[in-house]
DNA sequence: CTTTGTGCAAAGGCTTTGCATGCTT
DNA sequence: AAGCATGCAAAGCCTTTGCACAAAG
Protein backbone atom coordinates (compact mmCIF):
# COMPACT_ATOMS: atom_id res chain seq x y z
CA UNK A 1 0.00 0.00 0.00
CA UNK A 2 1.15 3.52 -0.93
CA UNK A 3 1.31 6.97 1.20
CA UNK A 4 0.98 10.01 -0.74
CA UNK A 5 3.82 11.70 1.22
CA UNK A 6 2.58 14.72 2.92
CA UNK A 7 1.20 17.25 0.67
CA UNK A 8 4.17 19.48 -0.14
CA UNK A 9 2.59 22.21 -1.99
CA UNK A 10 -0.74 22.22 0.25
CA UNK A 11 -1.08 25.26 -1.94
CA UNK A 12 -3.63 27.90 -1.66
CA UNK A 13 -6.41 26.35 -0.19
CA UNK A 14 -9.07 26.94 -2.11
CA UNK A 15 -12.18 28.36 -0.46
CA UNK A 16 -15.13 26.13 0.35
CA UNK A 17 -18.68 26.81 1.46
CA UNK A 18 -19.04 25.59 5.07
CA UNK A 19 -22.09 22.93 4.92
CA UNK A 20 -22.88 20.33 7.30
CA UNK A 21 -22.45 17.86 5.35
CA UNK A 22 -18.94 18.98 5.10
CA UNK A 23 -18.95 19.57 8.82
CA UNK A 24 -20.09 16.19 9.27
CA UNK A 25 -16.79 14.56 7.25
CA UNK A 26 -14.38 16.17 8.76
CA UNK A 27 -15.97 15.53 12.30
CA UNK A 28 -16.13 12.00 11.49
CA UNK A 29 -12.45 12.09 10.36
CA UNK A 30 -11.32 13.96 13.17
CA UNK A 31 -12.45 10.81 15.67
CA UNK A 32 -10.27 8.64 13.69
CA UNK A 33 -6.28 8.74 13.83
CA UNK A 34 -6.07 5.75 11.10
CA UNK A 35 -7.13 5.45 7.35
CA UNK A 36 -11.41 4.75 6.13
CA UNK A 37 -12.37 4.36 3.34
CA UNK A 38 -14.83 6.65 1.57
CA UNK A 39 -17.66 3.85 1.86
CA UNK A 40 -16.80 3.70 5.51
CA UNK A 41 -17.49 6.97 6.25
CA UNK A 42 -20.68 7.27 4.79
CA UNK A 43 -21.63 4.05 6.31
CA UNK A 44 -20.77 5.31 9.59
CA UNK A 45 -22.14 8.60 8.93
CA UNK A 46 -25.95 7.08 8.04
CA UNK A 47 -25.91 4.83 11.13
CA UNK A 48 -25.27 8.00 13.35
CA UNK A 49 -28.45 9.82 11.94
CA UNK A 50 -26.12 12.13 9.90
CA UNK A 51 -26.64 10.71 6.53
CA UNK A 52 -24.62 12.38 3.55
CA UNK A 53 -24.60 11.14 0.32
CA UNK A 54 -21.56 8.79 -1.12
CA UNK A 55 -21.27 11.12 -3.54
CA UNK A 56 -20.77 13.84 -1.14
CA UNK A 57 -18.39 12.31 0.53
CA UNK A 58 -16.26 11.65 -2.89
CA UNK A 59 -16.45 15.28 -3.68
CA UNK A 60 -15.64 16.68 -0.11
CA UNK A 61 -12.40 14.16 0.48
CA UNK A 62 -11.43 15.15 -3.21
CA UNK A 63 -11.83 19.33 -1.86
CA UNK A 64 -9.99 18.38 1.08
CA UNK A 65 -6.89 16.52 -0.41
CA UNK A 66 -6.70 19.19 -3.02
CA UNK A 67 -6.58 21.57 0.17
CA UNK A 68 -4.22 18.98 1.28
CA UNK A 69 -5.96 18.63 4.97
CA UNK A 70 -6.10 14.88 4.47
CA UNK A 71 -3.85 11.85 3.08
CA UNK A 72 -4.24 9.57 0.63
CA UNK A 73 -3.42 6.15 0.26
CA UNK A 74 -4.12 3.26 -2.23
CA UNK A 75 -4.62 -0.16 -0.52
CA UNK A 76 -3.42 -3.05 -2.47
CA UNK A 77 -6.74 -3.51 -3.51
CA UNK A 78 -6.94 0.07 -5.13
CA UNK A 79 -9.50 1.18 -3.34
CA UNK A 80 -8.34 4.60 -1.51
CA UNK A 81 -8.18 5.52 2.32
CA UNK A 82 -8.57 8.89 3.86
CA UNK A 83 -7.09 10.35 6.91
CA UNK A 84 -6.71 13.65 9.00
CA UNK A 85 -3.51 15.02 8.15
CA UNK A 86 -1.19 14.43 11.38
CA UNK A 87 0.63 17.12 12.47
CA UNK A 88 4.55 16.05 10.83
CA UNK A 89 5.55 14.23 8.19
CA UNK A 90 5.84 10.45 8.84
CA UNK A 91 5.30 7.23 7.60
CA UNK A 92 3.80 4.03 8.72
CA UNK A 93 5.05 0.67 10.06
CA UNK A 94 1.89 -1.01 9.24
CA UNK A 95 0.40 -4.95 10.51
CA UNK A 96 0.25 -6.96 7.78
CA UNK A 97 -1.77 -9.33 10.58
CA UNK A 98 -4.37 -7.21 11.76
CA UNK A 99 -3.54 -3.78 10.19
CA UNK A 100 -2.57 -1.95 13.23
CA UNK A 101 -0.34 1.07 12.19
CA UNK A 102 2.27 2.63 13.84
CA UNK A 103 3.38 6.15 13.21
CA UNK A 104 7.18 6.97 12.49
CA UNK A 105 9.47 9.58 11.85
CA UNK A 106 12.45 9.21 10.18
CA UNK A 107 14.76 11.75 9.21
CA UNK A 108 17.23 9.66 8.34
CA UNK A 109 15.19 8.64 5.45
CA UNK A 110 14.18 11.77 4.48
CA UNK A 111 17.51 12.79 4.03
CA UNK A 112 18.07 9.90 2.05
CA UNK A 113 15.83 10.48 -0.32
CA UNK A 114 16.72 14.26 -0.75
CA UNK A 115 20.09 13.00 -1.61
CA UNK A 116 19.11 10.25 -4.18
CA UNK A 117 16.75 12.76 -5.77
CA UNK A 118 19.33 15.47 -5.64
CA UNK A 119 22.46 13.09 -7.37
CA UNK A 120 19.95 12.52 -10.49
CA UNK A 121 19.23 15.91 -10.88
CA UNK A 122 15.90 15.66 -9.61
CA UNK A 123 14.11 18.45 -8.20
CA UNK A 124 11.37 19.13 -5.93
CA UNK A 125 11.09 15.86 -4.74
CA UNK A 126 8.56 13.91 -2.65
CA UNK A 127 8.58 10.40 -1.14
CA UNK A 128 5.95 7.52 -0.43
CA UNK A 129 7.42 4.94 2.10
CA UNK A 130 5.43 2.11 3.61
CA UNK A 131 6.94 -0.31 5.97
CA UNK A 132 4.90 -3.39 6.85
CA UNK A 133 5.70 -6.40 9.26
CA UNK A 134 4.05 -8.64 11.82
CA UNK A 135 3.21 -6.85 15.07
CA UNK A 136 4.75 -8.45 18.34
CA UNK A 137 0.95 -9.28 19.00
CA UNK A 138 -0.14 -11.19 15.35
CA UNK A 139 3.47 -13.07 16.00
CA UNK A 140 1.60 -15.14 19.03
CA UNK A 141 -0.53 -16.62 16.27
CA UNK B 1 2.23 4.84 -6.05
CA UNK B 2 3.43 2.06 -4.28
CA UNK B 3 6.14 -0.67 -5.02
CA UNK B 4 4.95 -4.57 -3.25
CA UNK B 5 8.39 -5.54 -1.72
CA UNK B 6 10.20 -7.95 -3.69
CA UNK B 7 7.83 -10.98 -3.04
CA UNK B 8 10.01 -12.49 0.22
CA UNK B 9 7.84 -15.46 0.27
CA UNK B 10 8.03 -16.67 -3.29
CA UNK B 11 6.70 -19.47 -2.07
CA UNK B 12 5.88 -22.93 -4.02
CA UNK B 13 6.14 -21.33 -7.83
CA UNK B 14 2.60 -23.68 -8.69
CA UNK B 15 2.86 -25.78 -11.65
CA UNK B 16 1.90 -23.64 -14.97
CA UNK B 17 1.04 -25.37 -18.25
CA UNK B 18 3.03 -23.57 -21.77
CA UNK B 19 1.04 -21.75 -23.54
CA UNK B 20 1.43 -19.36 -27.08
CA UNK B 21 -0.29 -16.87 -24.67
CA UNK B 22 1.79 -16.99 -21.48
CA UNK B 23 4.32 -17.10 -23.54
CA UNK B 24 3.94 -14.07 -25.28
CA UNK B 25 3.02 -12.23 -22.29
CA UNK B 26 6.37 -12.80 -20.15
CA UNK B 27 8.13 -11.96 -23.45
CA UNK B 28 6.51 -8.62 -23.38
CA UNK B 29 7.14 -8.18 -20.19
CA UNK B 30 10.94 -8.79 -20.77
CA UNK B 31 11.27 -6.21 -23.37
CA UNK B 32 10.21 -3.89 -20.79
CA UNK B 33 12.67 -2.84 -17.61
CA UNK B 34 9.52 -0.81 -16.50
CA UNK B 35 6.39 -0.87 -15.41
CA UNK B 36 3.30 -1.45 -17.72
CA UNK B 37 -0.62 -1.96 -17.09
CA UNK B 38 -2.46 -5.01 -17.93
CA UNK B 39 -4.33 -2.72 -20.65
CA UNK B 40 -0.73 -1.45 -21.97
CA UNK B 41 0.46 -5.34 -22.36
CA UNK B 42 -2.83 -6.30 -24.19
CA UNK B 43 -2.79 -3.24 -26.44
CA UNK B 44 0.52 -4.37 -27.40
CA UNK B 45 0.23 -8.12 -27.95
CA UNK B 46 -2.32 -7.35 -30.51
CA UNK B 47 -0.91 -4.26 -32.39
CA UNK B 48 2.23 -7.26 -32.73
CA UNK B 49 -0.35 -9.21 -34.25
CA UNK B 50 -0.10 -11.66 -31.25
CA UNK B 51 -3.59 -10.76 -30.00
CA UNK B 52 -4.08 -12.33 -26.18
CA UNK B 53 -7.62 -12.13 -24.57
CA UNK B 54 -7.71 -8.82 -21.59
CA UNK B 55 -9.06 -11.33 -19.28
CA UNK B 56 -5.85 -14.23 -20.14
CA UNK B 57 -3.47 -11.02 -19.90
CA UNK B 58 -4.95 -10.61 -16.29
CA UNK B 59 -4.87 -14.00 -15.56
CA UNK B 60 -1.40 -14.61 -16.17
CA UNK B 61 0.23 -11.57 -14.29
CA UNK B 62 -1.88 -12.70 -11.58
CA UNK B 63 -0.52 -15.96 -11.12
CA UNK B 64 2.79 -14.54 -12.31
CA UNK B 65 2.60 -12.38 -9.48
CA UNK B 66 1.74 -15.37 -7.06
CA UNK B 67 4.54 -16.99 -7.67
CA UNK B 68 6.62 -14.29 -7.13
CA UNK B 69 7.73 -14.04 -10.61
CA UNK B 70 6.91 -10.34 -11.12
CA UNK B 71 6.52 -7.21 -9.69
CA UNK B 72 3.42 -5.30 -9.41
CA UNK B 73 2.56 -1.60 -7.94
CA UNK B 74 -0.66 0.14 -7.64
CA UNK B 75 -0.50 3.72 -9.01
CA UNK B 76 -2.51 6.73 -7.25
CA UNK B 77 -5.11 5.84 -9.67
CA UNK B 78 -6.04 2.89 -7.93
CA UNK B 79 -4.52 0.88 -11.39
CA UNK B 80 -2.36 -1.72 -11.30
CA UNK B 81 1.07 -1.93 -13.17
CA UNK B 82 3.83 -4.80 -14.11
CA UNK B 83 6.77 -5.29 -13.90
CA UNK B 84 9.23 -8.81 -14.39
CA UNK B 85 11.40 -8.94 -11.49
CA UNK B 86 14.49 -7.35 -11.46
CA UNK B 87 17.20 -9.07 -10.47
CA UNK B 88 18.22 -6.89 -7.10
CA UNK B 89 16.29 -5.41 -4.40
CA UNK B 90 16.04 -1.67 -5.45
CA UNK B 91 13.62 1.23 -5.96
CA UNK B 92 12.25 3.76 -8.16
CA UNK B 93 12.48 7.74 -8.66
CA UNK B 94 9.99 8.87 -10.92
CA UNK B 95 9.65 11.69 -12.47
CA UNK B 96 6.58 13.90 -12.11
CA UNK B 97 6.34 15.20 -15.76
CA UNK B 98 7.51 12.94 -18.02
CA UNK B 99 6.99 9.74 -16.18
CA UNK B 100 10.42 8.36 -16.70
CA UNK B 101 11.99 6.40 -13.88
CA UNK B 102 15.23 5.78 -12.30
CA UNK B 103 16.31 2.91 -10.72
CA UNK B 104 18.02 3.33 -7.08
CA UNK B 105 19.50 0.70 -4.71
CA UNK B 106 19.69 1.92 -1.46
CA UNK B 107 21.60 0.13 1.90
CA UNK B 108 20.84 3.33 3.76
CA UNK B 109 17.60 2.96 3.69
CA UNK B 110 17.49 -1.04 3.73
CA UNK B 111 18.75 -0.85 7.21
CA UNK B 112 17.38 2.16 7.91
CA UNK B 113 13.77 0.25 7.74
CA UNK B 114 14.71 -2.54 9.36
CA UNK B 115 15.42 -0.58 12.49
CA UNK B 116 12.18 1.18 12.44
CA UNK B 117 10.17 -2.44 12.30
CA UNK B 118 12.79 -4.07 14.66
CA UNK B 119 12.41 -1.09 17.35
CA UNK B 120 8.78 -1.54 17.17
CA UNK B 121 8.96 -5.71 17.46
CA UNK B 122 7.59 -6.20 14.02
CA UNK B 123 9.05 -9.02 12.36
CA UNK B 124 8.99 -10.49 8.88
CA UNK B 125 9.56 -6.63 7.68
CA UNK B 126 9.42 -5.34 3.89
CA UNK B 127 9.14 -2.07 2.75
CA UNK B 128 8.00 -0.05 -0.04
CA UNK B 129 9.75 3.83 -1.23
CA UNK B 130 8.87 6.15 -4.18
CA UNK B 131 10.87 8.69 -4.41
CA UNK B 132 9.51 11.30 -6.96
CA UNK B 133 10.41 14.45 -8.39
CA UNK B 134 11.42 16.72 -11.60
CA UNK B 135 13.94 15.04 -13.81
CA UNK B 136 16.74 17.50 -15.47
CA UNK B 137 14.38 17.24 -18.94
CA UNK B 138 11.08 18.57 -17.45
CA UNK B 139 12.80 20.86 -15.80
CA UNK B 140 13.78 22.88 -18.26
CA UNK B 141 9.53 23.45 -19.93
C1' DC C 1 -8.54 -38.55 -21.90
C1' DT C 2 -8.23 -35.34 -18.16
C1' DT C 3 -7.10 -31.04 -16.65
C1' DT C 4 -5.84 -26.45 -17.18
C1' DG C 5 -5.93 -22.34 -20.10
C1' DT C 6 -8.49 -19.21 -23.12
C1' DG C 7 -11.80 -15.80 -24.41
C1' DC C 8 -16.19 -13.68 -24.72
C1' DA C 9 -19.68 -11.54 -22.31
C1' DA C 10 -21.43 -10.05 -18.14
C1' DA C 11 -21.05 -8.74 -13.49
C1' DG C 12 -18.65 -6.29 -9.57
C1' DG C 13 -16.57 -2.59 -7.01
C1' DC C 14 -14.82 1.97 -6.61
C1' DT C 15 -15.08 6.51 -8.36
C1' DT C 16 -16.65 10.24 -11.33
C1' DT C 17 -20.04 12.91 -13.97
C1' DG C 18 -24.71 15.03 -15.47
C1' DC C 19 -28.26 17.57 -13.90
C1' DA C 20 -31.93 19.54 -11.20
C1' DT C 21 -32.65 21.10 -6.54
C1' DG C 22 -31.27 23.22 -2.09
C1' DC C 23 -28.47 25.85 0.86
C1' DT C 24 -24.69 29.27 1.82
C1' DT C 25 -23.21 33.71 1.41
C1' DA D 1 -30.31 36.85 -5.85
C1' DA D 2 -26.11 34.24 -7.46
C1' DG D 3 -23.31 30.42 -7.14
C1' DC D 4 -21.35 26.60 -5.11
C1' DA D 5 -22.86 22.19 -2.76
C1' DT D 6 -25.76 18.17 -2.66
C1' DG D 7 -27.64 13.86 -4.12
C1' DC D 8 -29.67 10.67 -7.17
C1' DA D 9 -28.97 8.06 -11.11
C1' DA D 10 -26.13 6.73 -14.69
C1' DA D 11 -21.79 6.14 -16.79
C1' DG D 12 -16.66 4.94 -16.61
C1' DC D 13 -12.69 2.18 -15.43
C1' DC D 14 -10.20 -1.57 -13.98
C1' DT D 15 -10.66 -6.16 -12.68
C1' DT D 16 -12.91 -10.57 -11.79
C1' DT D 17 -16.14 -14.33 -12.74
C1' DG D 18 -19.23 -17.73 -15.43
C1' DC D 19 -19.20 -20.77 -18.89
C1' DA D 20 -18.23 -23.29 -23.12
C1' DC D 21 -14.53 -24.41 -26.09
C1' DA D 22 -9.63 -25.34 -27.16
C1' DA D 23 -5.12 -26.80 -26.01
C1' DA D 24 -1.53 -29.08 -23.12
C1' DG D 25 0.29 -33.06 -20.97
Redesign the pocket.
Known amino acids: METSAPNPAQSSATY???????TAIVAMLSSFDDFR???QIHDLLTERDN??????V???L??LAADGAIDVIIAD????RYRLCSRGHHHHLVCRGCGSTVEVAGPTVERWAAKVAAEHGFTEPEHTIEISGLCPNCQAN
Open positions: RRNTKQRSAQPVGLTTYRAQADGEA
